[in-house]
């Protein structure tokens, strides 16, 4: 899975970060053998906005050479809701020389924290509980500890952050499932066929759980970036008006080209 990072300028007081491209990934989770045991309904998809990243701290001056950042790798919802109705456990690869690098998280909030002073690329694989799809999926992050700017000074106060957006899409879903989840708020739910009903949703979570695994009030929640269309749509207008300014300057420079042709052009 490949996403390409997009540059923006911050307020001074916000982190340093790295933006997705303007148009998320859609990526489509087949249905699972055992879900053909189940009452499906077809046609009808689900998709659950993702983002996975990591925010990582400066430890200042007096750090030690290999345990210069503070970091944190990450998946959560958009939003920041709660993943763990879909999502059952998340394995986290880090590099070799890490003690136990094969890192399983087993509930939510899928993280886990770490210090050290090199950047590498974390394998991150989501397991989804049963009802939803047996096939595990795999992202990639390349961990980010660094500023773009490598010349500015490094602050201990704002993290440097880089998050990608995800759209994780689910189809051939079971009734039980669609049912479970027809009121979260991390699932963008369908519209169902004519005719097709759902039994009340009914709450099988321990609130406690729910309430860990929901990141709204998560320390790092301050420099969470915000994905949303209204922010794509802002973005699109900002680079459509760079374009058009990109093409009004390169007219200007034809036409006046073509005038100093035209002082010289012989009789």
Same mark, same amino acid.
């Given at each position: 899975? /490949? ?5 923006? $300028? ?35 998809? /689900?998709?659950? !906005? ?10 200042? $001056? ?18 920041? @809701?709660?993943?763990? %109705? ?19 998280? @087993? ?16 394998? /991150?694989?989501?397991?989804? #509980?049963?009802? %939803? ?13 660094? !500023? ?18 995800? @759209? ?31 039994? !009340? ?5 321990? @609130? ?10 998560? !320390? ?25 300014? #990109? ?21």
């Amino acid at each position: 899975m /490949i996403d390409t990072s997009l540059s923006k $300028k911050k307020d001074p007081d916000q982190p340093e970060i790295s933006l997705p491209t303007l148009k998320s990934q859609r990526t489509k989770m087949g249905k699972s053998e055992d879900s053909e045991k189940k009452k499906k309904i077809k046609d009808v998809e /689900i998709s659950v !906005p993702i983002v996975y990243g990591n925010a990582a701290f400066w430890l200042g $001056k007096k750090a030690s050479e290999y345990q210069s950042h503070r970091w944190t790798v990450y998946v959560r919802g958009a939003t920041n @809701e709660d993943l763990s %109705v879909v999502v059952k456990r998340a394995v986290f690869q880090l590099h070799s020389s890490f003690n136990n690098p094969t890192r399983v998280v @087993e509930s939510a909030p899928f993280e886990l924290s770490e210090s050290g002073w090199g950047e590498f690329e974390i394998a /991150i694989t989501l397991f989804f #509980h049963n009802d %939803v799809c047996e096939k595990p999926l795999n992202l990639y992050h390349h961990l980010k500890l660094y !500023p773009e700017d490598e010349s500015g000074p490094m602050s201990t106060k704002k993290p440097v952050v880089v998050e990608s957006y995800d @759209e994780v899409v689910f189809t051939e879903l079971s009734e039980s499932f669609l049912a479970r989840v027809q009121n979260h708020p991390a699932v963008t739910f369908p519209r169902l066929p004519a005719g097709v009903t759902l039994p !009340p949703s009914v709450s099988t979570e321990d @609130e406690s759980k729910k309430k860990r695994g929901d990141t709204k009030d998560h !320390p790092l929640s301050q420099w969470f970036l915000n994905f949303s269309e209204a922010d794509e749509l802002l973005q699109l207008a900002a680079a459509r008006q760079q374009v058009q300014a #990109h093409i009004a300057k390169l007219r200007r420079q034809i036409s006046l080209t073509d005038g100093q042709n035209q002082q010289f052009k012989p009789l």
